[in-house]
């Protein structure tokens, strides 16, 4: 049968063994708090309850497995079941030595982290209508008894520094099976090919570019009110008062900064290939794109300079394939997309945009004045792509995106005012990607366990095989974009704008 016909479906059986652990667990997970909420536990029931909370965990991973419906997003950290870390929280993991509050709010974040998810795969577990929200609050539960038992153990909080990484989208046996060293310049000399054809590109006026179908432009819609630079400067200000530094914003501020930040999307189409949309599960075995509902979606991540965290708002579009352009078009196939970060300092300027397609590839980077590209690419790692500086955003203005018909190539950006046809497009959470609805009931995540979308698969994994990505070419998750074919980099590295520019002070 069809894995991922499995992966939306859950047989009777596992959804009878959640249901029987979530009755067993419910008896030996809860804590009778005394007035001033400790916890009034013997050593006995403390070891059984920690037991059982265990065996919640590991039935209830067992049978998420057994669905198919793991969500990727986040790396699970070994014997810590009740914890999830991504790369930028693990760049943290060994700065705690001597700073236990600290620690304490980096576990919180993991915690936050672990739980998000398996909402996410207690949903689209589809068969457990009725319990989803009471195993929901065992998650809770039991992830804070196991946190106060693990933080009270100076060995345990040890082990979970070491293990608190996230593995490189790298496989290290196929770079070995492919002759990696020779193999690579080949690779370099066509990602120098590329770098320039992209450069020259830019170089030229964006009012001389050929149209070749009907120039659209895709533009928010009017939601929120946008802020001045005072307004951002002051909440980031407020959201980064916590011990780690980390911009925590609001929802209304998300809201508010995301419609500030918007871009342009101004897109030559030709077909309806060219087409914004949103994602869909239909009758089709592989997800669908419906063209006539423009989605933009949208989350924040965080990086790291230093002592410093800035925030970056990411905004990312689909179209419902890349068409292949002859027989032997290795690139085209089902989807494609095109995720746009912002990165904001402190004082709310942006202080790079950056790009990739949803599959990781075409890495660019448009640093502001204050930011200064160095070429510190080591020996066999490709050198970044910064095609041009980003133009400065007047009073009122947005970055206008000029995406080229079938490639959907970034070909320029500009501050100027759009000029093709408005179509307007509304924003999404990206978060729903992981739990889309499906025609008969239930849910399921536009991605697979691997982090891959099914069906997105491109045949340029039979060249590029060597490089070590896994399924080169094919849409997918947050978290899973490695961006470079020669060398490691990752497009949620928290280390990269120190590693490779210098910035004015």
Same mark, same amino acid.
Request: hydrophobic share 35%; charged share 25%.
């Given at each position: 049968m069809n894995k991922s016909f499995l992966r939306g479906i859950v047989a009777p059986y596992a959804a009878g063994m959640l249901l029987f652990a979530?009755?067993?667990? =419910?008896? /030996?997970?809860?804590?009778?708090?005394?007035?001033? /909420?400790?916890?009034?536990?013997?050593? +006995?029931?403390d070891s059984d309850q920690v037991a059982g909370c265990l065996r919640f965990f590991s039935d209830l991973d067992r049978q998420v497995d057994h669905a198919g419906v793991g969500d990727a997003q986040q790396a699970r950290i070994e014997s810590f079941p009740y914890l999830r870390v991504n790369r930028f929280l693990a760049s943290y993991r060994n700065e705690f030595r001597h700073d236990?509050?600290?620690?304490?709010?980096?576990?919180?974040?993991?915690?936050?982290?672990?739980?998000?998810?398996?909402?996410?795969?207690?949903?689209? =577990?589809?068969?457990?209508?009725?319990?989803?929200?009471?195993?929901a609050g065992m998650v809770r539960r039991c992830g804070a008894?196991?946190?106060?038992?693990?933080?009270?153990?100076?060995?345990?909080?040890?082990?979970?520094m070491e293990r608190a990484t996230v593995a490189a989208d790298y496989q290290t046996f196929k770079r070995v099976l492919g002759l990696y060293p020779i193999t690579a310049q080949f690779v370099l000399m066509g990602v120098d090919r590329l770098h320039t054809e992209i450069n020259q590109v830019?170089?030229?006026?964006?009012?001389?570019?050929?149209?070749?179908? %009907?120039?659209?432009?895709?533009?928010?819609?009017?939601?929120?009110?946008?802020?001045?630079?005072?307004?951002?400067? %002051?909440?980031?200000?407020?959201?980064?008062?916590?011990?780690?530094?980390?911009?925590?914003?609001?929802?209304?501020?998300?809201?508010?900064?995301?419609a500030t930040f918007a871009p342009v999307w101004e897109v030559d189409v030709v077909s309806d290939s060219d087409r914004i949309g949103s994602l869909y599960w239909g009758k089709d075995p592989y997800p669908q794109l419906d063209t006539s509902l423009p989605r933009v979606y949208r989350h924040i991540s965080h990086t790291r300079w230093g002592e410093r965290v800035y925030v970056q708002l990411n905004y990312q579009i689909w179209f419902?394939?890349?068409p292949k352009t002859g %027989?032997?078009?290795?690139?085209?196939?089902?989807?494609?997309?095109?995720?746009?970060?912002?990165? =904001?300092?402190?004082?709310?300027?942006?202080?790079?945009?950056?790009?990739? +397609?949803?599959?990781?590839?075409?890495?660019?980077?448009?640093?502001s004045s204050r930011l200064h590209y160095q070429d510190k690419s080591q020996v066999f790692e490709e050198p970044l792509l910064v095609p041009a500086k980003a133009p400065q955003l007047g009073q009122g203005r947005r970055m206008v995106l000029r995406i080229a018909h079938t490639t959907h190539y970034l070909e320029h950006l500009s501050s100027q005012l759009p000029s093709g046809e408005e179509v307007v497009y509304r924003f999404e959470d990206y978060r729903n990607l992981?739990?889309?609805?499906?025609?008969?009931?239930?849910?399921?995540?536009?991605?697979?366990?691997?982090g891959i979308v099914a069906g997105t698969q491109r045949a340029e994994r039979w060249v590029l095989w060597p490089m070590g990505i896994p399924e080169p070419g094919a849409m997918r998750q947050w978290g899973y974009h490695a961006t470079a074919f020669v060398g490691r980099r990752h497009f949620d590295d928290p280390d990269l704008l120190e590693r490779y520019f210098d910035l004015d002070h």
């Open positions: 979530f009755f067993l667990i =419910l008896q /030996g997970c809860g804590t009778t708090p005394s007035r001033t /909420g400790e916890r009034t536990l013997d050593a +006995h029931k236990k509050g600290g620690f304490g709010a980096w576990v919180d974040h993991l915690l936050e982290l672990d739980y998000q998810a398996r909402i996410i795969e207690l949903a689209n =577990l589809s068969q457990l209508y009725k319990s989803r929200e009471d195993l008894l196991l946190r106060t038992k693990d933080m009270a153990d100076a060995a345990r909080r040890e082990v979970l830019f170089a030229g006026p964006v009012d001389e570019m050929p149209v070749h179908g %009907r120039l659209l432009s895709y533009v928010p819609g009017a939601t929120v009110s946008r802020l001045s630079k005072p307004e951002i400067a %002051r909440i980031l200000r407020e959201g980064s008062n916590n011990s780690l530094g980390i911009p925590l914003l609001k929802r209304h501020d998300q809201e508010r900064l995301f419902p394939a890349r %027989r032997f078009d290795i690139l085209g196939g089902h989807l494609d997309g095109i995720t746009w970060r912002v990165t =904001l300092d402190e004082s709310g300027e942006p202080l790079v945009f950056d790009t990739i +397609h949803n599959c990781g590839c075409y890495h660019m980077y448009f640093p992981r739990s889309l609805p499906l025609p008969g009931g239930g849910h399921r995540s536009l991605f697979g366990p691997d």
